[in-house]
């Protein structure tokens, strides 16, 4: 029982991981081809995408081979058989949880390990890649669009870094459009984002509501460009960047860091504990849901519905002590309530296989009799 929850997990994590990352590789490949990027940064990318995703589905591909397993030895008459033998509710569900704290300890590996490295390896590539203004913005003899209502267009790129006729049109302002045109033209990056430093030129604006233009002689002006070279949404919580070992050791610190309030840093940290454990509960209320059913030549899809029901009770439950914990840190121990209202749950299906309520009245002596 054990191999085939371990075959049927990997097939369904495979499955679920490649529409997750087929979603997401979409995405990235309008955004960094669009800008330019080789396909070898687009790999790295997607590689880099992968832990936070295989994250996500691992709960949801566990309680699915579970499902899956449990739903064949009932078809099969198998786990009535096993019943047959002696083997009681809690016996049978030891495969279960032995498979449930396999998954756990991958899970763990990677809620602790592998996501926050992978999004902290993605943020340095992301500034970057934001930095790089020349994958967007030096394309000479082109009339570019980096944002709306903003177009961007360099006659010739010297072999010294030098931008010659440059225009600059900038009009997300609906009641102001500017105009900037140079002569010549550099690009820095500062600790504030690139900027570019426009030499003998001229800046035209135009009012709309009165169709008034003014010109502006300048010898040199600088113009923040990091809003056209950075995607907006690119970046992610700061906090889920940083390390376990920070969050228990010193979490004021990390807080301040990452400008969050301290039941913040709680809610994140004891989630990544409370999330490996998920998934152990997720098989085990798939198992013990469908055991409750028996064998039926119908099958046991009502036993199914109501192990995704419960299912989505558990994550009801995470869902309604998140905010509390964010605002109060000391309420921690209620992340580990899903964890609490599940196990209970697979308690008492358990416990109802195992004492069934309505049994069949054995059958009189005049009945057996032919």
């Known amino acids: 029982m054990l191999s085939q929850l371990l075959a049927l997990f990997g097939f369904f994590s495979l499955v679920l991981v490649s529409v997750y990352w087929v979603n997401r590789a979409v995405v990235l490949f309008d955004q960094l081809i669009a800008d330019g990027q080789p396909l070898r940064v687009f790999a790295e990318f997607t590689a880099l995408s992968l832990p936070p995703v295989i994250a996500q589905i691992l709960p949801m591909s566990t309680f699915a081979a579970a499902v899956y397993v449990t739903n064949r030895l009932s078809s099969e008459s198998e786990l009535t058989v096993m019943q047959a033998t002696g083997y009681s509710p809690w016996r049978l569900a030891r495969p279960v949880l032995t498979f449930g704290l396999i998954v756990t300890v991958m899970m763990g590996a990677l809620t602790h390990l592998l996501v926050p490295s992978a999004l902290e390896e993605l943020k340095k590539r992301e500034k970057e890649i934001s930095a790089s203004v020349s994958a967007r913005l030096l394309r000479e003899g082109t009339f570019l ?7 961007f267009y360099i006659g010739e790129i010297t072999p010294e870094g030098e931008l010659r006729d440059v225009f600059l049109s900038d009009r997300r302002v609906p009641e102001r459009s500017v105009a900037y045109t140079a002569e010549q033209a550099y690009l820095f990056v500062d600790d504030a984002g690139p900027k570019l430093v426009m030499v003998n030129g001229l800046a035209q604006v135009l009012q709309s509501e009165s169709g008034r233009l003014s010109t502006t002689n300048f010898t040199d002006f600088s113009y923040d460009i990091s809003g056209l070279v950075t995607r907006a949404g690119i970046g992610r919580p700061k906090l889920r960047h940083a390390s ?3 969050m228990l050791t010193d979490p004021a610190t990390v807080a301040a860091e990452t400008k969050s309030r301290p039941g913040q840093v709680a809610e994140e940290l ?7 454990l998920l998934c152990a509960v997720a098989a085990l209320i798939g198992f013990s849901t469908l055991l409750i059913g028996g064998f039926s030549r119908f099958g046991v899809w009502r036993q199914i519905l109501l192990a995704i029901f419960f299912l989505v009770l558990v994550k009801l439950v995470e869902s309604l002590v998140t905010d509390p914990v964010r605002h109060d840190a000391r309420l921690w121990p209620l992340v580990y309530a899903p964890s609490v209202v599940g196990l209970g749950i697979v308690w008492a299906m358990l416990f109802r296989a195992a004492h069934p309520v ?3 009245p054995p059958p009189r002596m005049s009945e057996a009799a032919p």
């Open 145 to 151: 669009h980096p944002a709306d209502g903003v177009t």
């Open 244 to 246: 376990t070992w920070d």
């Open 270 to 276: 004891h989630m990544r504990f409370q999330q490996p």
């Open 358 to 360: 309505f049994r069949a």
